[in-house]
């Protein structure tokens, strides 16, 4: 693996949580714990910018040691303190895109989520034995769940995102290119089978410039990590951006190095021991 010589050193680092920090069963590697154990032990500021909300978000953030500080969720639309919960910054779907989006998942009768500040919305579908489940397991980390009947308040929601579910792969691809230029609004893919709808400006590159800005910290004082779709904004702005070795096309087209192992592997670890015997 090769770096390129730079006079800065690494001040933060910032990772996407599914499908790189977390394995895919959705749990952090002792390795993965212990790297960004590492990085804070020299100094190095770390955060998480993720799909997830907030709620889906803080024990992972707590289990590798972060209390405070900023988390980038909802793909960059809503940026938290960990310490107290407080948004610090937030970007809402423009109306007429959320209109549009929650018609079109409706009339194809695609399960889909609207993410607020307050939790998450939606009509009763599948999708929501997912947070059922979770709210069981961290009653900590309860994700607030409204189930209405009525399509029409959904739309009136200042949404953060809207997840839509499409499991078969045309018909996705389909949605992601005929919505392209969204007005008020952008789709992006966070999962093979998920279609995020999100703010104009409210994606991860958006994030990561607030955490720079928060950290006093330059595009080469970074380091950032993703595996998806949703995460080119902020791999294609920073000089030192890895896709994971299991990523889309798309992340590591966007990416300037890829990692040698996968999310299942520590990729994320091991990498960052390279790192830093490289920039020290």
Known sequence: MFFKESDKMIKLAVLDLDNTLLSTDKTLSEENIEAIKTLRMDGISVAIATGRGFEMAEPFANQLGLYEGPVVTNNGAIIHDLADKRVLKEHTIGKKAQSEMIDFAYDKGYPFIVYNKDGIHSLANERLKVYESWNIKYPDSEMPLTITEDIETLKTIDAHKILIIIKDI?????????????????????????????????????????LMDYYNVSKEEVVVFGDNDNDVEMLEQIPLSFAMKNATIKAKEAATHITDLDNNHSGVADSLQKVLKNTK
């Open 170 to 210: 045309e018909a996705f691809n389909n949605a992601l290119s005929a919505y392209k230029d969204l007005e008020g609004g952008a789709v992006t893919k966070s999962h093979d089978t998920f279609l995020d709808v999100i703010p104009e400006f409210g994606h991860k590159g958006e994030g990561v410039r607030f």
